[in-house]
C-alpha cells in the first residue's frame, strides 16, 4: 500500500534526487505513478533517475510513455535525447534535439544538446585526412569486438571451468591499456571490483536488505564496461590523443589552429559554462566564460569567422551568471555590451536575447518602467507565440507593481491568449493569476474570481501544490470582496427605495389607491413626470 499523496511523493523523490539518492528518488516517483498512472512529469523524473544509475533500457521507456499522449512534450523530448545520446544513438538523439529546439528555441539546452550530438557523431564516424596512426596497437579500436571474442576464446582455452564462469559474468575482456585509457581515475575501481570477485566468502554474502554482494559487484562491473564502450563510440582514442595535444598546443603563437579544433575547443567550453551555471555554480561559469573571451578576444577572425557574435555570446553568459550572483550592476553592463555588439553586426536574435536580459535586471532591481520599455522594444522580434506569452506576462508584472492595473490586465489577456495558441497549460495559469490580481485592483471582483478559479483549475491539472494553496488564498479574499460588493449595492438599492415609497406624495397615492380613487381624479393633486405631488 502506497503512503502518502501524489504532490508529497513527486516532491519526495525531486529533494532525494537533488541529494544525488537517485535509487530512494525511483521509489518515490514509482509510488506516485501508483497513484497516478501516465503522469508525463513524474514519467520523466523516474526517467532521468534511471539514467543516473545506469539503467538505459527503462529510461528509455520512461521517456518514451512520457511523449504517448503528447508528442510536444518539451521536458519528454529532451529526456529521450539524453537517454539516447547516453546510449550512443547519436543520430537518433540529434533528432529529438532537434524536434525540442523547434518547440522550444528559448531553451539553450535543446541548442546545446544538437551541438553535442553533431560532435558526437563526427567523432564517432571519424575523419581520414585529420587521422594519423601511429602504431599498429591503435587499430584494435577499429575492430574492438572481434578482438575482445578473440582474446575471450583464447583465455577460456587456458583457463579452469572456475574461471571461465567467472568471466563469462563479468563480461567480454578488453584491451588494458585500452581501457585505461578509456575509464581513467575508473579503472582502480573496476580493478578493485574484479579482484572483489575473488573473495568466496564475500560473493555468498548478502546485504542487510537481501542483495547479494555478487550482484552488486557484477552489476558495477558491467555499468563500467557499459561506459567504456559508450566513451570508446563517442570518442575513439586517437581522437582523445589529438585533442589532449591540441590543449598542448593551443596557445603556441606560431601554430595555426584548424577550424575543426576551434569549433570543438568552442563547443566544449560553452557546454561547460552553461552545466556550471545549470549546476548552480555561477561562480564557476563566470570565471570559464571570461577565461574563453579573454581567449577568443586574441584569436583573428581568420579563425573564428562569427568571433563577434560568439564574444557577444559570451558576454550574455558572464550577465547571466552575475545576475545569479547578485552582481546587478555588472550583470547590466555585461548584457549591454552584448547588446551593443549584437546592433553593430545586425544580429537580430542576440538583439532579442539581450533586451530579454536587461529587461530581467531591470525588474530585478525595482525599476518596473525600465523593464517594460526594454521589453516592448523586444516584442517585434519575439518568434514563437510560447516567447510572447512570458514576454507578455513579465510586461503585465511591471505594470502591476507599478499600480497600473489596466494595462497589467492588457498584457495579461494578451499572455494568456498567446499561451493558449500554444497549449502550454503552466504559462495559462500565469497568466490567469495575472488577469486575476489586475482586477482585483481594478475592483472589478466578479471576474476576479472567475480568472482566480480558471488558474486554480489549471494548478491542479499541473499538480502544482504551492499554486494551489496561494490561489485558494486569493480566491478566498476576492470572493469575500465580491460578497461585499454585493451588499453594498443592495444596501443602496434599498435605501434608494425606502426614500422613494415614504416622499409625502407616495403616501397620498397609496392611500387614494387603499379607497380604490384614482389620484389624477382629485382636484387638490396634480402630476409631475407621472408622479402625484400635492398642490
Known sequence: MTSGTFPSLMAEGALLSR?????????????????????????????????KLGDTENSLRDAEASLQNDKTFSKGLYQKAETLYTMGDFEFALVYYHRGHKLRPELQKFRLGIQKAQEAIDNSVGSPSSVKLENKGDLCFLSRQAESKKVKQKLQVKAPKKDQKQQSKVGPIRNEKTERQL????????????????????????????????????????????????????KPIYARVRDRKLMQQRWLPERKRKPSEVARYILKSMEEIDMLLTSSCPEGSCKKAEHVLKTIQGWSEDEIPNKNELIGNLYSCIG??????????????????????????????????????????????????????????????????????WLFHEIGRCYLELDEATEAQ??????????????????????????????????????????????????????????????????????????????????????????????????????????????????????????????
Not at 518515490?28 to 505513478?33: E, G, K, R
Open 19 to 51: 541529494r544525488g539518492e537517485h535509487g530512494k528518488a525511483l521509489a518515490s516517483f514509482t509510488n506516485a505513478l501508483q497513484l497516478q498512472a501516465g503522469d508525463k512529469h513524474c514519467l520523466v523524473a523516474r526517467s532521468m533517475c534511471y539514467l
Open 183 to 234: 575509464l581513467g581515475e575508473l579503472y582502480a575501481d573496476k580493478a578493485y571490483l574484479e579482484k572483489l570477485l575473488k573473495d568466496e566468502d564475500l560473493m555468498k554474502s548478502s546485504t542487510k536488505h537481501g542483495m547479494r554482494v555478487e550482484d552488486l559487484i557484477l552489476g558495477g562491473i558491467n555499468y563500467l564496461d557499459t561506459r567504456t564502450e559508450f566513451w570508446q563510440q563517442q
Open 320 to 389: 547571466n551568471a552575475q545576475i545569479e550572483m547578485g552582481q546587478m550592476g555588472r550583470a547590466l553592463q555585461s548584457h549591454k555590451m552584448d547588446l551593443e555588439i549584437a546592433r553593430e553586426n545586425d544580429l537580430p536574435d542576440a538583439v532579442s536575447r539581450a533586451l530579454d536580459n536587461i529587461g530581467r535586471v531591470y525588474a530585478r532591481i525595482g525599476k518596473f518602467q525600465q523593464a517594460i520599455d526594454t521589453w516592448e522594444e523586444k516584442i517585434p522580434l519575439a518568434k514563437t507565440s510560447l516567447e510572447k506569452t
Open 410 to 535: 492588457d498584457y495579461g489577456e494578451k499572455s494568456l491568449q498567446s499561451a493558449e495558441e500554444e497549449g502550454d497549460v503552466e504559462w495559462q495559469l500565469n497568466a490567469s493569476v495575472l488577469v486575476a490580481q489586475a482586477q482585483v485592483k481594478l475592483q472589478d471582483f466578479q471576474s476576479a474570481v472567475m480568472n482566480f478559479e480558471k488558474a486554480l483549475e489549471k494548478a491542479k491539472l499541473i499538480h502544482n501544490d504551492a499554486a494551489q494553496q496561494a490561489i485558494i488564498i486569493a480566491l478566498d479574499d476576492a470572493n469575500k470582496d465580491f460578497i461585499e460588493e454585493l451588499r453594498a449595492e443592495q444596501r443602496t438599492e434599498r435605501l434608494e427605495s425606502f426614500r422613494g415609497t415614504n416622499s409625502p406624495g407616495n403616501r397620498c397615492v397609496k392611500q387614494c389607491r387603499k379607497f380604490c380613487i384614482s389620484p389624477s381624479l382629485l382636484p387638490h393633486h396634480r402630476t409631475l413626470g407621472g408622479v402625484a405631488t400635492p398642490q
